[in-house]
């Protein structure tokens, strides 16, 4: 109700900050307003508990939300013609101050919640049952969280792991479980057995429905390397799903879209002059069009077509795609100077405006090195559940130009797939920044 009750009372507020009487319709109106807070704000999901949901998101989420909120009001107004007795400028600034309040609201809450956890405040006590790989690598990412409010005690498996169990110690075997989470209250178990241990771990959980523990399951592709779980339900069954993309969730989606837009834009309207003297370069110095159109693949592995400004004498878009080398005979003259500034790459903002490309994300091969490269490095394919950007993580951090050995693309694919599990607006702007720092003086750029 914190919600829905702020909004309510910012009303009367911006009527005294602007001398407008608090009256009947007002009193109505933000009566409505909270009524219409309960259901919209439960409606779009605000209150869903997403570990992975951010300060972009949640932001998002509430803008949504209060949108809703919005038109239910404004619908309201407009059959009962109430509006026409109010002020235009109490509800236009009441329409805006109340998501900013809210907005502040929920992420003063959320770091509030984060640093009372850090603390040791409102933490539940919990032990691993296993100490395999998967075990460990759940115990250690909980230990690197203390804001996720969950304290460890210890492992429990019927014999020691070769590789031992790291900072937590081995409290016991599995039938020695249900007494120490009697007599320590503990509140939660992490089962984590191996995948042959599914007959234990269900004769262990039969075991403790006599105690008030509450019980989860690890999957155990944890260990094996899969990036990204999300949990859905098809036909009323939960199932574990893959999804190496930080953009599952339409909020950050949109915050994506925006974000291109406006820089692919800004970039658009700064870079007009210079795009305009590089075609007309390249037209005068050599034969052949001004942009060169090449196909590559974008989200989920469709093809696109990426523009660029001609650099070499040939337009090579076919079986065969040769790399560019130092010192390259195909590169003109203009074109050599295009390289290495990276201004060949400026059409590529068209790309970004019509959603093909992002400003930010991994660099689009040619489509003969996608197949070349998706045999001999595991999860390269997973690049593409992103859409290609103009720059990225891997490229500000030296993996750019020519890939002479498949470890040299290995490392850019790992750059590429950091960036995804890990992405925010913050990690995009620090590359956009970063980007311009070495645009003029990177050695691979030929």
Known sequence: MVDPVLVALLLPAVCMVLGQPFDRNYQVLAVFGLLGGVWAFRTTGLYGRDGRRGAVATIVRVWVAWLCVVALLVGIGVLTGSTDEMAIQVLVVWALIAPVALSAAHLAAAGAMRGLRTRGFGTRSAVMVGAGPTAREFAQRLMDSPSSGIRLLGYFDDREPSGGTGMLPLLGSLNSLPDFIKAKRVDH??????????????????????????????????????????????????????????????????????????????????????????????????????????????????????????????????????????????????GRFLRGTSLDELPQLINVLQGRMSMIGPRPHALTHNDYYRELISGYAGRHKIKPGLSGWAQVHGHRGETSTVDAMRMRVEHDLYYMRNWSLWMDLRIAVKTLVVLFKHPKAY
Request: without cysteine.
């Open 189 to 334: 178990v992490y089962m984590a057995l191996p995948m042959g241990g599914h007959g234990r771990a269900a004769r262990l959980a039969k075991r403790l429905l006599d105690t008030t523990v509450s019980v989860s399951f690890l999957p155990q592709v944890l260990s094996a390397g899969v990036p990204t779980l999300h949990i859905e339900e098809v036909a009323g069954i939960p199932l574990f799903t893959s999804r190496d993309t930080p953009f599952a969730d339409w909020g950050r989606r949109l915050a994506k879209r925006a974000s291109d837009i406006v820089m692919a834009g800004v970039g658009v309207v700064v870079a007009a002059p210079i795009m305009a003297v590089v075609a007309l370069g390249v037209k005068l110095t050599s034969r052949g069009p001004v942009l060169f159109r090449q196909r590559r693949h974008g989200l989920d592995g469709t093809e696109i077509v990426v523009y660029k400004f001609r650099s070499m004498t040939v337009m090579e878009d076919g079986a065969e795609v040769v790399q560019a080398r130092r010192n390259d005979p195909r590169v003109t003259r203009l």
